[in-house]
């Protein structure tokens, strides 16, 4: 199915016409196989296309229309998951080989059946860091995911192929996590739209864990009101997750239209200004002034909340693989199992200063947030970079490009902050993104801020290939 | 104190025998530079932790409520 422009539909526009029974689930769901066959050869974004699967789900929705049942806010539109994800019938190997021999998921992850509940199909599990612990999108085992507007440049990760099947257009909808930027990084690479939301704040039952005290879940879009759209079938509280809050819904998708007149926003400096290359630098300034944003404010303790954010994620996860380590070291990436190792070692003090300076930076942020609604920061220091650089100079700084892509986003997932990437295209250049940020729970004021810019021309093209 | 003509690397390779050793971890040889390479860059991680000392009477650590 395409729209008249002949761009490949987004989520809201197949679930109308799918709802009005004007387009068939089926056939847009066989269409959607058909561009993803044609298309992972080279991107590599998929390593599990669920057609069966998806075909029957389609089928369901079509039945219900036919029936004059509601089948859902999302009917017809087809995802994907980052393969951390449990489907039920399929094995979960978060990125991994040691995986390979778990046995399949019993039952899908519960962000997967919100989205399916909602009329959504899916279409397949998405190629992703090993264990989720990367910024690149590579993975020894699989191939990297390939950038679709380079095919020669990164997606970003750890969510990669999830960032590449929505920027080529595979998937109007993807799932991703974010421990320390792995949503945002992938979004700001692929220029995509991607929403980390509150810690808590969306269920990971099901979600193969990296390091439980950092994870969310998330997704990634075309358009602000896909994402909304997305998130709103994705809300409320879940027992099986004890970090989900009981809280709420606060359903988004309605409010998008209702502007930043009414919001105070600010340009987060010093830190979030420091080893950004000019590309970042001029997309933050775009952004800033399609917002008539002029205002800076500095948040301190930033480089020591991304240093904490580190420490914690390198310890944590270092436990929660001890056994796998113990057993199948040398099954795994070696950048993945060597960083494990050396979290193995990590003094009880560091990290539990990191724990303590953590409530110290949150207490920090709130008092910040009284003063403003939004913050605005790069996500990425630099566009995507190519596939297998290992280094990257950043204020005249060597530095690895594994452990410190996501820089930027480290400091702010450390303290649960939501915060929603959007995509800033130049001719003839890598797409870049620019973080929205705000106080907890506040997830409606991004949104509407991120749709604001959409409205000034901060979209998501899918490249010509 | 450390016997004399002990380095900093010497000392590392010897904590990490020790730790993993006490974790039953395998790590093979040539595997050891790059761990030390991570290890080195928590610490470099710590040290721009400490280099903002937080008031060690404020109770900030996360509270275990039962």
Sequence with gaps: MKTENDAFPQAQEIAQRVRSGEWCAAEVVQDTLRHIHARNGEINAFTCITEARALREAEAVDQKVARGEDPGPLAGVPFAVKNLFDLQGEITLAGSKINQKDAPAVADATAVRRLTAAGAVMVGALNMGEYAYDFTGENIHYGPSRNPHDLSRMTGGSSGGSGAAVAGGMVPIALGSDTNGSIRVPSSLCGIFGLKPTYGRLPRAGAFPFCPSLDHVGPLARSVADLALAYDAMQGADAADPVCADRATDLVSGSLADGVASLKIAIAAGYFMQQATPAAEQALARVAAALNVTDLVEIPGTAQARAAAYLITNAESSSLHLDRLRHHAADYDPDVRDRMLAGTLLPASWNIQAQRFRRWYRAEVLKVFARYDLLLAPATPMSAPAIGQRYMELDGEQMMVRPHLGLYTQPLSFIGLPVVVVPVASAGAMPIGVQIIAAPWQEARILKAARELELHGFTSPIPAH | ?66
């Excluded at chain 2, 450390?2 to 010497?10: K, M, Q, R, S, V």
């Excluded at chain 2, 050891?32 to 650590?61: I, N, Q």
């Design chain 2, 1 to 66: 104190m450390n016997p004399p003509g002990i380095d900093a690397e010497t000392r590392v390779d010897t904590y990490m025998n020790y730790i993993f050793d006490s974790l039953g971890l395998s790590v093979r040889e040539e595997w050891r530079a790059d761990v030390t390479h991570y290890f080195m860059l928590s610490a470099r991680m710590a040290k721009v932790l400490e280099a903002y000392p937080l008031d060690m009477t404020e109770d900030l650590a996360p509270v275990f409520c039962p």
